[in-house]
């Protein structure tokens, strides 16, 4: 302890302002009083003039942290892989990504084709509410695989709620199991969750490296997470009955196609999407050289209302993420983020699994309370110099922090923005879901499926 408090002690000038900005930028994000792209790029702009230009005086160090060369780079729009350099700042590939995914999941769904796909597996099960539950759970999953975990509970919860006003049912169970498996899905893929892309293109991790090792925890999670919500809901979902005539008064899943042309057109972009990120390893072209293309794509395709599909992008986030990568590379540029992993080094007595219990835990406690997107960036230099320090594998630690932070942020009702989305759904409707509620369900299924991602976590790192 003591000399943990003379490193404290020594910190300087610039580490002691940086530190200081990203709390008071983490503060007002908890608080939610300021929108938050207004507090990281306010925290962005105080770590440019105050650290990196008054205190350091350091020009590279702001050019660094902007970034903007990197668009010249070749590696940018093809990888490969003789390159292995990590570039630090806002990570343009991430950004752009999301950009290109958003525009093409509003053209989606325009077409209708979410509401569609609820509708026709609703009707595949007969509306039964047992196979009802476990069908949705596993669309939310699957569907948050490729899209952000927000999209996926957005239509999903809107249209579990048409279902149960329809069928009489009581859809707060089903919303429930479908935000935590909306954000169980997004930790098994690159594209799954914001996290997951931050680390990925930081890191350079692909499709491939996350759906072969954070994918099968995930689906193994899965499982277990079915079966928890079953034994917990069995009773009300077997006292809950759906006559023939409620059925009969479903509309049909074809009739929520609002056109047939752009649905197809939506249906194949979207496939295209999929592909190109399933073999981006071995096409070489990278998630924001992706992004660019599907974004075009779409744009093409819905011809006069490119505006209104623009005009519909989520820029508040975008520029959520620009200002927290200019701070988190303040944090890495004054040394702060190295003090960090030193710290969790001594701790860890550098043993590798007690690394890797570390992160993991301590990213899905964090996240369950604050935002899991800026706790990731922060964490990515961490584990980079705690596997150049330690010799321990990168990718272990990487998977224990996208496992961590993705997961984690189930177990609270302010966890992740899909939480948010859904329980707010739910309560607009007339189904108050409280945080009692919430929590008594989630944490206990978050906590089983840590535990078994650090089980196997620890298996691949023995094996």
């Known amino acids: 302890m003591i000399s943990h408090m003379g490193e404290l002690e020594m910190l300087s000038i610039e580490q002691v302002l940086a530190l200081g900005i990203f709390a008071l930028m983490f503060?007002?994000?908890?608080?939610?009083?300021?929108?938050?792209?207004?507090?990281?790029?306010?925290?962005?702009?105080?770590?440019?003039?105050?650290?990196?230009?008054i205190c350091m005086q350091d020009g590279g160090a702001i050019l660094r942290a902007l970034n903007v060369t990197h668009f010249a780079d070749r590696s940018f729009w093809i990888a490969s892989e003789a390159e292995t350099a990590v570039s630090t700042g806002i990570n343009w590939e991430?950004?752009?990504?999301?950009?290109?995914?958003?525009i093409m999941v509003e053209g989606m769904g325009r077409a209708g084709f979410f509401k569609w796909l609820c509708m026709k597996i609703a009707a595949l099960v007969k509306y039964r509410p047992i196979p009802l539950m476990i069908a949705f759970m596993l669309i939310s999953f699957a569907l948050a695989m490729f899209i952000d975990s927000i999209t996926v509970i957005l239509f999903l919860a809107a249209v579990t709620v048409e279902l149960a006003q329809l069928l009489k049912l009581d859809p707060i169970p089903m919303i429930l199991s479908e935000i935590f498996c909306a954000n169980l899905g997004g930790s098994a893929t690159m594209c799954g969750d914001p996290p997951n892309i931050i680390i990925g293109t930081a890191l350079h991790y692909t499709f491939l490296d996350f759906i072969t090792n954070t994918g099968l925890i995930s689906v193994i999670g899965l499982g277990a997470v079915v079966i928890y919500f079953m034994l917990v809901y069995h009773k009300e979902l077997i006292q809950e009955k759906v006559t023939e005539e409620d059925i009969k008064a479903m509309p049909s899943p074809q009739s929520v196609i609002r056109s047939r042309r752009d649905f197809y057109i939506s249906t194949l972009i979207f496939l295209l999407a999929v592909i190109l990120l399933i073999?981006?390893?071995?096409?070489h072209l990278t998630v924001g050289f992706i992004g660019v293309m599907i974004a075009i794509i779409t744009l093409l395709s819905v011809g006069?209302?490119?505006?209104?599909?623009?005009?519909?992008?989520?820029?508040?986030?975008?520029?959520?993420f620009t200002g927290l990568f200019v701070v988190v590379s303040g944090l890495e540029e004054t040394g702060v983020l190295e003090l960090v992993a030193m710290f969790i080094q001594n701790v860890s007595g550098g043993h590798h699994l007690a690394m890797i219990a570390i992160i993991l835990w301590v990213s899905a406690i964090a996240s369950a309370i604050i935002d899991n997107i800026p706790f990731a960036a922060t964490m990515i230099p961490v584990i980079r110099t705690l596997s150049v320090s330690t010799g321990m594998d990168l990718s272990l630690l990487a998977w224990a922090l996208a496992l961590g932070t993705d997961i984690g942020g189930s177990a609270t009702p302010i966890g992740a923005s899909a939480n948010v989305v859904g329980t707010s759904?739910?309560?607009?409707?007339?189904?108050?879901?409280?945080?009692?509620?919430?929590?008594?369900?989630?944490?206990?299924?978050?906590?089983?499926?840590?535990?078994?991602?650090?089980?196997?976590?620890?298996?691949?790192?023995?094996?």
């Not at 073999?279 to 096409?283: F, G, I, R, S």
């Open 27 to 53: 503060i007002l994000i908890i608080l939610d009083k300021v929108e938050r792209h207004l507090v990281t790029l306010g925290a962005a702009a105080l770590m440019i003039v105050v650290v990196f230009g």
């Open 94 to 102: 991430t950004i752009i990504f999301i950009s290109g995914m958003m």
């Open 279 to 283: 073999t981006h390893a071995h096409t």
């Open 304 to 320: 006069k209302d490119m505006r209104l599909l623009l005009e519909e992008v989520d820029y508040k986030t975008l520029l959520f």
């Open 425 to 463: 759904v739910s309560n607009k409707n007339g189904y108050p879901i409280t945080w009692g509620k919430y929590c008594r369900t989630s944490i206990p299924a978050t906590v089983i499926v840590i535990f078994i991602a650090m089980w196997i976590l620890f298996w691949y790192s023995i094996s």
